[in-house]
């Protein structure tokens, strides 16, 4: 069957071509004009010998330009390739050797690390924005000159669309790859039934498109029914409450750790924005925030879940079946979601409704394999089913609840402690802002609960020794933390997500 990404863009330009697309500090760019350009880009590109199932490589932030470049590579038939803009050269290096990258796109402010990084990959260099070097060429002024290709390329369903690199939690990253029905299904959905996304929306695109929820649920699903981009490159809190006050956001999608910065923005700054919706995924969303979120901005936050694997979006609080709150919400149309004995490696056993395993998914959403990982992509796709990792149950009416990452779960003296539970305690504290619970290495009980801990703005006190009996008064013996670590800032992943495996490398042992 044919399919493209690219028809997303192109048909939203030939509805809507007066319609703003994307607007990024001063720039404003409609769906004609973005697609014109994509078609520019496109044919700079093929100049360069991009073809179908060719891999371009993209390290830019969020920028009008990364639509450009997205669109106009899936237009000839590319498969394209978004790279952390966070990494360093070698890291660059590796994704484009492990995917095969034809060529990088990089924007000027990230040549530093992207032009060493394509020198070790041996792959062409094109670079996008002023202020790079002047040797390197520029797709954004080739393209000013270059005739638009007539129009996209279709593909089959099935074919390689985008290459989505994991974190790498367990080593080397892995790129997942998602095919043309992957990501226009995932697309579609968020915009009609998962999100609803209209032509009169305004969103805040601040999730890294680089990421696959930024790049499906932000980018993607926009451009579904001509919706307005507001592009803001980094996230900070106080700027991000202005922009949205200034364009009048009606939708706001972000991580955890965005809606606390958004809420101590408001704490000094009075206006709100017309929000109508806002949804949050990456990572569990304590219902103190959730709470607090609805008192100051009057929205209610709808919660999903799912992984670069998926496309990303499994499961989400949908219109028609309710909001559950605490939950992640059920499986989204043409998904199924269960949960499987997470001990069972080598094949899928479902456990009945109501009890704790690891999360399973099978539906058009699930990634084709691993790119040249076939026993990671064995390991992961079983019976049919991708194995999340991730811990949870489901209840009668199909709400499914996360508890955990499997790899996240604290064993103390045989007792199994799911950080989530000991985080949403901990965040009723006063004195705490943020918390992340991970395990740390003891020689009494194997592992100990640990607490990493952001103070409130306020300032108000409290040392280690008051929180830990603070929260043994609320939590079962096993489960309080017996240690408390505070910390200025969290560690962050590319959509927001606090990286515990780097506090649990930073705090190893307990004298750290």
């Known amino acids: 069957m044919p399919l493209s990404i690219a028809s997303l863009l192109a048909e939203s330009a030939l509805r809507r071509p007066a319609q703003t697309a994307v607007i990024c500090e001063t720039t404003t760019v409609s769906y004609g004009q973005l697609w014109d350009q994509a078609k520019r880009y496109a044919a700079v590109l093929r100049e360069h010998g991009v073809g179908p199932g060719d891999r371009v490589g993209m390290l830019m932030p969020n920028v009008p330009q990364f639509p450009m470049t997205y669109y106009g590579a899936l237009a000839l038939g590319a498969v394209v390739v978004p790279i952390h803009s966070l990494l360093k050269a070698e890291e660059i290096g590796f994704v484009l050797a492990d995917a095969e990258v034809s060529v990088l796109v990089c924007a000027a402010p990230l040549l530093a690390e992207g032009a060493p990084g394509a020198k070790l990959a041996d792959v062409a260099l094109l670079a996008l924005l002023d202020g790079g070097d002047p040797g390197v060429e520029r797709l954004d002024l080739l393209a000013q000159a270059a005739e638009p290709i007539g129009s996209y390329v279709q593909r089959e369903a099935s074919d390689d669309a985008v290459f989505l690199y994991t974190s790498g939690t367990t080593g080397k990253p892995k790129g997942a790859v998602m095919s043309h029905l992957n990501m226009l299904m995932n697309a579609q959905l968020s915009a009609t039934n998962i999100i609803e996304i209209a032509a009169d929306d305004v969103v805040l695109a601040v999730l890294p498109l680089f990421h696959s929820f ?83 901005f009057g929205v209610d936050i709808y919660e999903g879940y799912g992984l670069s694997e998926t496309a990303p979006v499994a499961t989400f609080n949908q219109r028609v079946y309710g909001r559950r709150a605490g939950t992640v919400g059920c499986a989204i149309w043409g998904v199924d979601v269960e949960v499987a004995r997470p001990e069972i490696e080598e094949a899928i056993e479902l456990l009945p409704v109501g009890e704790l395993g690891e999360i399973v998914i099978r539906g058009h959403n ?62 009723r504290h006063p004195a705490i802002a943020q918390a992340a619970v991970i395990a740390v290495p003891d020689d009494h009980y194997g592992e100990e609960v640990c607490a990493v801990v952001i103070r409130t703005a306020e300032g108000v006190e409290a040392t280690e020794d008051e929180i830990i009996a603070w929260a043994r008064e609320r939590m079962a013996a096993y489960k309080y933390p017996r240690l408390v670590r505070f910390v200025d800032v969290m560690p962050l992943g590319p959509s927001g997500k606090v990286l515990k495996r780097e506090l649990a490398a930073r705090y190893a042992s307990r004298s750290a």
Not at 247 to 266: C, N, R, W
Not at 402 to 419: E, Q
Request: charged fraction near 25%; proline fraction near 6%; hydrophobic fraction near 45%.
């Open 366 to 427: 699930v990634m084709s394999r691993y790119h040249n990982r076939p026993e990671a992509t064995a390991a992961a796709i079983v019976d049919g089913w991708f194995r999340s990792g991730d811990l949870g149950t489901k209840d009668a009416d199909g709400f499914v609840t996360i508890v955990d990452r499997k790899k996240d779960m604290v064993l103390r003296g045989g007792f199994n402690v799911y950080p989530r539970e000991v985080e949403e305690v901990l965040l």
């Open 214 to 296: 930024g790049q499906t649920c932000v980018m993607n699903a926009s451009f579904v029914n001509g919706a307005t981009l507001v592009m803001m490159p980094r996230f900070d809190g106080g700027r991000a409450l202005a922009l949205m006050v200034e364009h009048q956001v009606t939708l706001f999608e972000g991580v955890p750790t965005m809606y606390i910065g958004l809420l101590e923005a408001a704490r000094t700054d009075p206006r709100r924005p017309p929000l109508r919706n806002a949804t949050s995924g990456g990572a569990s969303l304590p219902a103190t925030v959730i709470e607090a979120f609805r008192d100051v």
